[in-house]
């Protein structure tokens, strides 16, 4: 297709807008526009891939450590939780004295005559 006519007048009085002007540019000339940010995006490109992975690793390390701690816990955690639920549930043995016996030798003498086995 070769043709030279107009897909719209032409208007000699006023020029395009910038939206007229970039929309004709940007196809064309996209590239050249982001020529200038390539070096200084590949010179920034290795430090900041370092400070990622040097982040990302202590990440799993401080991840590391806790599941470590979780593990290690579990046993002393279930071993507190079943002794506290067992003494818990124990009942007093008779022969135990009231609280009050061991403070006052009178309550102490009135047990021991209840209770004389």
């Known amino acids: 297709m070769n043709t030279t006519d ?24 996209w590239p050249l526009l982001g020529a200038p940010f390539v070096l200084p995006v590949l010179m920034l490109c290795g430090p900041f ?5 040097v982040g990302v690793a ?3 390390v401080v991840i590391l450590v806790g599941l470590t701690g979780a593990i290690l816990a579990t ?7 079943v002794h506290r639920r067992l003494t818990a549930r124990r009942p007093l043995p008779s022969r135990a004295l009231p609280r009050q016996a061991a403070t006052s030798p009178r309550a102490f003498l009135e047990a021991v005559a209840k209770d004389p086995s």
Do not use: K, M, N, Q
Request: no cysteine.
């Open 6 to 29: 107009l897909t719209r007048p032409l208007r000699a009085s006023e020029p395009p807008s910038f939206g007229e002007w970039l929309a004709e540019f940007l196809p064309r000339g």
């Open 49 to 53: 891939l370092f400070l990622i992975t």
């Open 58 to 60: 202590l990440v799993g």
């Open 75 to 81: 046993p002393y955690l279930v071993v507190r939780e």
